[in-house]
């Protein structure tokens, strides 16, 4: 996995996201997407503006896959989009979360974020937790859904 903060291929960033089908046959959002790790010493002194936030979100590429079992015996792409910060709801609701943490980071310290904050992205445990110190931006299941149309 790539943690760094700059998109993985230059010009763009690959997301998969995978995706379940319900009971009732329609198809969500299986988990929460990893868009880029916090460096407290960074995003204290960031505005959302020059964020790697917002560079990570701006050349993101999300592919949507359909997850069937464990066995990952085969993957079907159900849809492929980007991130569209042509929105200004969107793009003013990622800046004030992006602010949020920020503003928590500053007045009292990066060990206070929680995956409470945030309403389209949140700032959380990086991985399992139970322990885990390190953080990252995740985009809510329901900022994915709406970025794939899927609702």
């Given at each position: 996995m790539n943690s760094a903060q700059s998109p993985n291929f230059g010009s763009w960033e690959l997301k998969i996201v995978p995706l379940k089908r319900l009971v009732n046959g329609t198809i969500a959002i299986k988990e929460t997407m990893a868009v880029t790790m916090i460096d407290p010493f960074n995003v204290r002194s960031t505005p959302f503006e020059e964020s790697h936030l917002l560079a990570k979100l701006k050349k993101a590429v999300i592919c949507a896959r359909l997850f069937e079992s464990?066995?990952?015996?085969?993957?079907?792409?159900?849809?492929?989009?980007?991130?569209?910060?042509?929105?200004?709801?969107?793009?003013?609701q990622v800046r004030q979360d992006y602010e949020e943490t920020r503003s928590c980071i500053i007045e009292h310290g990066f060990e206070h974020l929680t995956g409470t904050m945030g309403i389209l992205v949140q700032p959380r445990t990086k991985g399992a937790g139970h322990g885990s110190t390190s953080r990252a931006f995740y985009a809510r299941t329901q900022f994915v859904?709406?970025?794939?149309?899927i609702q």
């Open positions: 464990q066995e990952e015996k085969r993957s079907v792409l159900v849809h492929v989009a980007a991130f569209d910060l042509d929105d200004h709801s969107i793009y003013e859904a709406k970025l794939l149309g």
